[in-house]
């Protein structure tokens, strides 16, 4: 099994019905604290996501209900910080955040909820930059949503060049075209999501890299590095109502990434990759998090996070993933105290994001929560051994993704989110009521 089969395990999911977590796979979250009644100030918040946890398609998981009614006040308001971060990505943050209320009986605000390409707004080097943007559904708005103020669409350019599109013989120009004097420099280019039309999308896209952005100009030699590209959601199938899993974003990827490799010999570059796993959809998980503590008047940082998802591969990778982070960040920065020097951090994505310039640098782990009520299915999806689970099957995983097989063993397995819940407020002593 591998990083983006996170959707193709749903093959083999069966109706939901609670089932108890496999004693040997459970592991604790480490030195559960006496039961007590202590409502201090939260110092930990959770990460939900959303299919398979929360929701199954249209319909809620009655564990998620209770979890909620532990999870608010009398007033109905959290009395922990919460961000719902999930991979899906053709649809608006606001209706995602609306389609949780309904579900779970509280207010849930768009501020709460990660879509794959959310994280987009802290690339703020890029929002003034005429971008390309490549995806189905509202694309441009969502592009706009998340800062970019520039943005043409794969179908702005079919228009302007219209000689460039000629897969289909049927959408082929009758006549020639006067020649377009006045489109801009593309300077970068957006994946949001798998388009239709791929050949299309993929031929465009291929010309405004080789072009470096300039589709008027003639194409002389191949500019390398090309320019800036950036992927959210790289899933490769993902299971929808056909017995058999369907293309994802993931596999449009693998077409461009060896289309431009075959035409000029050099490997496509991503200035980022996001969406889970990525680090960087928990950094901007984080960012949210801290940003709800801070509205509501909460006095102290939060230290610990909680992820609760029902897939190895995505939710349990990416949250041990970003525990990692974490611990070597702590470690820098304790070394440059040491030294008295400035911490380098060995992110890239820090500076050019500006994160943690943004709020205290309080966080000290993100532990990663499996529950059983989605694609996990312990008696068939993990074997004991990890490495049994990953070397025996074909890798599904993103080019830029070494897999690790540590990282999908996940801190705690417990069945549903209302014992992860549980789970936790026993670990932080909280009380559950
Ligand atoms: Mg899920």
Redesign the pocket.
């Known amino acids: 099994m591998a990083l983006g089969c ?1 959707r193709l395990c749903r093959a083999v999911l069966r109706p939901w019905r609670p089932r108890a977590p496999p004693a040997s796979s459970q592991r604790g979250l480490g030195g559960a604290a006496p039961r007590g009644v202590a409502q201090t100030p939260p110092t930990f918040g959770f990460l939900f ?5 929360l929701v199954r398609g249209r319909y809620v998981i009655p564990a998620a209900q209770e979890a909620f009614r532990k999870l608010v006040d009398s007033n109905g308001q959290l009395r922990v910080p919460v961000v719902f971060v ?1 991979n899906a990505g053709n649809c608006f943050r606001q209706a995602k955040a609306q389609e949780l209320s309904d579900a779970l009986g509280l207010e849930v605000s768009p501020e709460q909820v990660i879509l794959s390409h959310s994280p987009l707004r802290l690339f703020r080097q890029f929002h003034e930059k005429c971008m390309l943007v490549c995806g189905q559904g509202p694309v441009e708005e969502n592009a706009r949503n998340v800062g970019f103020q520039n943005v043409v669409t794969i179908q702005d350019v079919r228009k302007a060049f219209p000689l460039l599109d000629m897969v289909d013989q049927s959408r082929r120009p009758k006549e020639l075209p006067p020649p377009t004097t006045d489109f801009p420099t593309i300077e970068g280019v957006i994946l949001f999501g798998e388009p239709v039309r791929w050949e299309t999308n993929l031929q465009l896209i291929i010309d405004v890299l080789l072009s470096n952005g300039s589709l008027r100009a003639d194409v002389a030699d191949v500019p390398y590095p090309h320019i800036p590209v950036l992927a959210c959601n790289m899933d490769l199938l993902w299971m929808a109502e056909a017995k058999m899993p369907r293309f994802g974003h993931g596999i449009f990827l693998v077409c461009l990434e060896n289309i431009y490799k075959k035409v000029t010999g050099k490997e496509l570059k991503y200035e980022a990759l996001i969406g889970k796993p990525s680090i960087v959809t928990y950094q901007y998980a984080e960012y949210l998090i801290q940003q709800q503590v801070e509205r509501r008047g909460w006095p102290s940082p939060i230290c610990r996070l909680y992820a609760v ?3 190895p591969m ?2 349990i990778y990416g949250a041990n993933l970003y525990d990692s982070y974490l611990k070597a960040a702590c470690q820098a920065r304790a070394q440059a105290d040491m030294k008295g020097s400035v911490v380098m951090t060995d992110s890239q994505s820090e500076d050019r994001l500006e994160l943690r310039k943004d709020w205290n640098v309080s966080l000290e782990s993100c532990k990663s929560i499996l529950v059983c009520t ?2 996990y299915n312990h008696h068939e999806d993990m074997p004991a051994d990890p490495h049994e689970s990953v070397l025996g099957t074909v890798f599904h995983g993103h080019r830029d993704f070494c897999f690790d097989p540590s990282l999908v063993q996940a801190s705690c397995v417990v069945r549903d989110v209302n014992e992860a819940v549980e789970l936790v407020f026993e670990k932080e002593n909280w009380s559950q009521e």
Do not use: A, L, P
């Not at 996501?49 to 946890?53: E, L, N």
């Open positions: 996170c996501d959303i299919d398979g946890v999930t998802g029902d897939n995505s939710d989605g694609v």
